[in-house]
């Protein structure tokens, strides 16, 4: 090599070297610094902005032929995984960070798997030392201990990102009572055939067992329904996330064509008006009178009544040990160490975020293979409201509570077993094969999810 080369090698590592060093410094966090700034500050220097934001400002090396190929895979698989956005934004504003994503970064400190071990001393500069670990993690349980209180949990369980349900929200009991009413009424569909119970059963688990509800005339939709139990702990309603309130979510399924199939609101109202007694009823309560606000706001306040506290799950997170069986116990412990407690966090234990279906492998193609069947409307998730492509196939997440009632499972409705329904999420969520042992844990913690309705434990007339 000619000694110009060598020296242009040289100036070239010392450039990149000073680079790393002068970041790492730059970035270093004084503990004088308010929290949220600190742990911006480590996030920075770890790289996780670079990797995990859509536009992420590149290293100035990041040009170079080899590490360009390499950051843009980094970045692409990176965005695809995680978006650090909202919470960057969060902490900017003093805001509560959203508990998946708390979950989801205690988790890789935790495991020790970011910033990706195999880049960081190449181009990325700085990796995660054991302090600034430590300072995340303790800001991780601060932040928590501010924004969710888990006041219902015995104290080794207080800093879990799953908590326990508590045994009401509140509601209004007169109009919730009009609510239960409205919700069994076939008079909310076209041809008097249909109430929300035909799909969401209250002793079907909330749901009505099958792949896709048949609504109106015989007629099928195209996602598998969800369960009603709970969905007042859900950030959004539906698959897509499309209704913000479940008042908004129940001004959905009668109007819907497949489902109840009326023409308008004004409809149900001229009908339910020529019911002397329930409109006496119902202006008491809503003195405005029946109207599509009101309707939906009795259902929502009905809904509101439906949250299942007393799992033995839940017992066991408040203190009694006997609570769960030896067996569930241990199918708690591999929930958390296949990541499964990140996703599916928070009381419901999922509902909080849009996650891609086939996180680490390709969960569409496979089905594909085994069904057939192409690819549907459906399973365009997240992005039919958004049109982002990185939303495509995106669902907001299930939550977990009751899970052994409310097969079949996934928004398809195509997995029939809770079992394969958890190692299915093993391998395309985490990107791990369980075994079947393992598999038979989880289930069988899953089976600890099933709470009580009104003192009562849930049950599902289906399986009888
Ligand atoms: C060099 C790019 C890179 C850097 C730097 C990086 N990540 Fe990642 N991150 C990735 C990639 C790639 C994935 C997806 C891993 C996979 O699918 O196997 C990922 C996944 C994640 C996930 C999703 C959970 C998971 O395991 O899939 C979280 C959370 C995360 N990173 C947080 C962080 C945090 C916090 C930092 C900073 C300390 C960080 N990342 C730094 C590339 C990066
Ligand atoms: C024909 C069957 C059918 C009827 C009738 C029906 N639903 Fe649904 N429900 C579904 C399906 C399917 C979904 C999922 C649709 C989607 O995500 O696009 C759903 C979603 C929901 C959700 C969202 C749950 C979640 O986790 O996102 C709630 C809440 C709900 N329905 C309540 C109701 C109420 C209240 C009524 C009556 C006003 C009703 N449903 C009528 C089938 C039905
Ligand atoms: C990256 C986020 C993520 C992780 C990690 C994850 N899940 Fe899921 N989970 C989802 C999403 C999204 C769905 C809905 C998938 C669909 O409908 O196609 C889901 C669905 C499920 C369902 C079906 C629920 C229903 O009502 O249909 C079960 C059971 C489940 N997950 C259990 C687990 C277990 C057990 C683990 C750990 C091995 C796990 N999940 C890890 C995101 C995740």
Redesign the pocket.
């Known amino acids: 090599m000619k000694t110009s080369s060598k020296i242009i090698i040289a100036a070239i590592c010392v450039v990149v070297v000073c680079a790393i060093v002068y970041r790492a410094v730059n970035t270093t966090p004084s503990k004088s610094m308010p929290a949220d700034e600190r742990v911006a500050k ?2 920075d220097s ?7 934001t859509a536009e992420p400002s590149l290293p100035f090396y990041a040009n170079w032929p080899i590490a360009k190929s390499v ?1 843009t ?6 965005y ?3 978006d ?1 956005e909202p919470m960057l934004v969060a902490l900017g504003s003093g805001e509560a960070v959203n508990e998946v ?1 708390l979950a ?2 205690e ?3 935790l ?1 020790g ?4 071990a195999k ?2 001393l190449v ?2 500069g700085s990796s ?1 030392t054991k302090k ?1 670990a430590a300072v ?1 993690l303790d800001w991780i349980r601060d932040h928590r201990a501010r924004f969710y209180p888990n006041t219902l949990a015995a104290p080794e369980f207080a800093n879990e990102s799953v908590r326990p349900v508590p045994d009401a929200v509140e509601y209004d009991p007169a109009k919730a009572e009009l609510g239960y009413r409205l919700y069994h009424d076939t008079r909310l569909s076209a041809d008097g055939t249909i109430s929300c119970a035909t799909c969401h059963g209250l002793n079907t688990g909330g749901v009505d067992n099958l792949k896709y509800s048949e609504g109106i005339g015989g007629q099928l939709g195209g996602v598998n329904a969800p369960t009603v139990y709970n969905a007042v702990f859900n950030f959004a309603q539906f698959w897509d996330g499309r209704a913000a309130t479940l008042a908004d979510q129940a001004a959905g399924p009668p109007l819907n064509p497949v489902e109840m199939g009326c023409k308008s609101f004004d409809e149900i109202v001229a009908r339910l008006s020529k019911d002397r007694a329930f409109v006496k009823e119902f202006t008491a309560a809503y003195p405005e009178g029946l109207s599509q606000a009101t309707i939906t706001d009795a259902i929502e306040q009905f809904e509101r009544t439906l949250v299942t506290p007393n799992s033995p799950f839940d017992l066991y997170l408040k203190g009694d040990k006997t609570a769960m069986t030896a067996d569930q116990i241990k199918g708690f412990e591999l929930f958390k160490e296949y ?1 499964c407690a ?1 996703c599916h966090a928070g009381v419901n234990m999922g509902g909080l975020s849009y996650e891609l279906m086939g ?2 492998a390709d969960y569409f193609k496979d089905r594909e293979l085994q069904e057939k069947s192409g690819l549907t409307d459906g399973d365009n998730g997240r992005w039919a409201q958004t049109g982002i492509e990185r939303d495509r196939f995106r669902f907001r997440t299930p939550g977990l509570r009751n899970v052994a009632l409310t097969y079949p499972y996934y928004h398809d409705g195509s997995v029939k077993t809770l079992e394969e329904a958890v190692s299915m999420m093993a391998r395309y969520q985490v ?1 791990e094969e369980l075994t079947e042992e393992q598999v038979a844990s989880i289930t069988d913690f899953l089976h600890a999810l099933t709470g009580q309705y009104k003192g009562v434990t849930l049950v599902n007339d289906n399986m009888k």
């Open positions: 480590i996030l770890g790289g996780c902005i670079d990797c995990h950051i895979k980094d970045i692409v698989d990176g695809k995984a995680f650090i994503d989801k970064v988790k890789t400190v495991d798997t970011m910033p990706l880049y960081y181009h990325w995660l600034k995340l990541s990140t996180q680490r990107g």
